[in-house]
């Protein structure tokens, strides 16, 4: 019987998101996302509990630096207690600063797996940001024991938290599409990664409210997908001011343009991935 000799060429042209593909491959997601958390916490001393201790050290640290030290607890016009309101905005900010990290390093991590076989290399990304969502989940639950704590109850717009989740889950892939590929193709950008993270933080309102960015400088700030989600989970988790319908909107069109470009230029380049990467 004549042996079957199969090739595998790159395509040329536009390249879409063969979306039945992935589903195909669905089982791998899960496998490699699985893999991702085990190896994080499996030679750690704490474990899942990095998973606490992480939000909790940052709420201390902010809380009594820029809290008191500076008085932007005197800033929040709700009257929400300042470490429940610093932990409330690292929910959403933990979860997009896992994801762009992991997501920046997945492919150079898994490049032996690249090299050998065939898979949608876009599940890489995607089984990072499955992992930070496992982080979420722990530091939610105490989010809920620190709400009980303070005795706030939230309101109707507790509703609209799973669209939040969702945002914040689209505007970290968005990103980390982006840095993987980037971060494969010139190495140095694992490194500006980090620093990239710690310059959004501050442009972030994690630990000041939005409020105190002057009017004329509020457009720009805009510009930042992650104030729309910030605020979005203060509303709906404490009551606080409702993010203006405008700065939600710019933030969705913002991250489906990013994401949607970021998943065409991952495209053209996973046709030579396994060779350069």
């Keep these: ?50 998973a606490v201790l992480q939000p909790l050290a940052a709420m201390v640290v902010f809380t009594v630096f820029f809290g008191y030290f500076a008085g932007l607890n005197e800033k929040i016009e709700s009257g929400v207690p300042y470490p429940l309101y610093t932990f409330c905005a690292l929910l959403p900010w933990q979860l997009f600063a896992h994801a762009i990290t992991s997501s920046s390093s997945s492919l150079v991590d898994n490049q032996s797996l690249i090299t050998k076989t065939y898979f949608p290399r876009l599940l890489i990304p995607f089984a990072a940001i499955i992992g930070g969502l496992v982080d979420f989940a722990v530091a939610f639950a105490i989010m809920i024991v620190l709400m009980a704590a303070y005795g ?25 599409l982006w840095l993987a590929a980037l971060s494969a193709l010139y190495r140095d950008f694992r490194h500006t990664t980090g620093f990239l993270v710690q310059i959004w933080l501050f442009a972030t309102p994690v630990v000041y409210p939005s409020s105190i ?18 605020d979005g989970f203060r509303w709906a988790l404490l009551g606080s001011a409702a993010p203006a319908p405008s700065v939600i909107a710019v933030s969705a069109v913002e991250v489906m343009l990013l994401l949607i470009l970021g998943a065409i230029y991952f495209r053209r380049m996973e046709r030579t991935m396994a060779d350069w990467i």
């Design 1 to 50: 019987m004549p042996l079957m000799v199969l090739h595998l060429r790159a395509r040329r042209g536009f390249a879409a998101v063969d979306f039945s593909e992935l589903w195909r491959y669905r089982d791998l997601l899960w496998i490699l996302a699985a893999r991702d958390i085990r190896i994080r916490y499996k030679q750690a001393a704490l474990g899942a509990a990095w």
């Design 152 to 176: 706030v109850v939230p309101g109707w717009a507790l509703l609209w938290l799973p669209l939040l989740v969702v945002l914040t889950v689209l505007t970290a892939l968005s990103v980390g």
């Design 213 to 230: 960015v002057p009017p004329q400088w509020q457009t720009l700030y805009a510009l930042n997908p992650m104030v729309g989600v910030v």
